[in-house]
């Protein structure tokens, strides 16, 4: 099986769980990952070339997808629109639609250069902060779909919302250099970020994605 998984910080405790998982799953030499940005792993689980994956929100009704999400209550501090002319990020498609919805101008920027760019005082507005005061629900930025092997991709979602993820001082401290950030600084980011689908995180993403064939 080949697996996409977004390269932020978001999915950070998820690809701690992973290492665990598939190490004791008896799946480990079946198992291969491709990391990239929301954009890239779109389009590799449209052209078939991973089996599963963290896929943008807006490509989801395409295929199959499991309960396990990257969601934001209130604020995310990841996704802004930015002052500036107006411009996509080429690694984003749902945060990029977003802003369309919300009649947003700006420049968008997600990720982790977006945490950093608010960490180090850069000013924006937050679109899932945007999204909630405009709705009152919380925002699903990606979901974890596939096109095969959906049994065992439906095992790996239910075992992971069920568990609490503790990321290791060694890969925090690791990941958090690698992104020019402290490691307390992460473990804040963390907290506001969510992964089970509640009913008011597919009713917010019934919404959108209404909302999205408007624009």
């Given at each position: 099986m080949i697996f996409g998984s977004i390269s932020y910080l978001n999915l950070l405790p998820f690809q701690v769980f992973m290492k665990r998982y598939v190490k004791h799953s008896g799946i480990k030499m079946?198992?291969?990952?491709?990391?990239?940005?929301?954009?890239?792993?779109?389009?590799?689980?449209?052209?078939?070339?991973?089996?599963?994956?963290?896929?943008?929100?807006?490509?989801?009704?395409?295929?199959?997808?499991?309960?396990?999400?990257?969601?934001?209550?209130?604020?995310?501090?990841?996704?802004?629109?930015?002052?500036?002319?107006?411009?996509?990020?080429?690694?984003?498609?749902?945060?990029?639609?977003?802003?369309?919805?919300?009649?947003?101008?700006?420049?968008?920027?997600?990720?982790?250069?977006?945490?950093?760019?608010?960490?180090?005082?850069?000013?924006?507005?937050?679109?899932?902060?945007?999204?909630?005061?405009?709705?009152k629900l919380p925002f699903v930025f990606a979901r974890l779909c596939y096109t095969s092997h959906g049994?065992?991709?439906?095992?790996?979602?239910?075992?992971?919302i069920k568990k609490q993820i503790k990321v290791p001082q060694y890969i925090l401290k690791h990941e958090a250099k690698k992104r020019g950030i402290t490691p307390s600084q992460l473990l804040w980011y963390l907290k506001y970020i969510e992964y089970n689908m509640s009913h008011k995180s597919k009713k917010s993403l019934k919404l959108f994605l209404k909302k999205s064939k408007k624009r």
């Open positions: 079946g198992m291969n990952y491709r990391k990239n940005v929301p954009s890239e792993i779109n389009k590799a689980l449209s052209k078939r070339q991973i089996d599963a994956g963290f896929i943008s929100s807006i490509e989801s009704p395409k295929y199959d997808c499991t309960n396990l999400g990257i969601i934001a209550n209130k604020a995310v501090y990841s996704v802004f629109v930015i002052e500036g002319d107006n411009k996509i990020d080429n690694e984003s498609a749902s945060s990029n639609r977003l802003a369309k919805v919300l009649n947003l101008q700006g420049e968008v920027l997600i990720g982790d250069k977006a945490l950093k760019y608010y960490l180090e005082g850069g000013q924006g507005i937050d679109l899932a902060t945007a999204w909630h005061k405009e709705n049994k065992q991709i439906q095992a790996i979602a239910k075992s992971f």
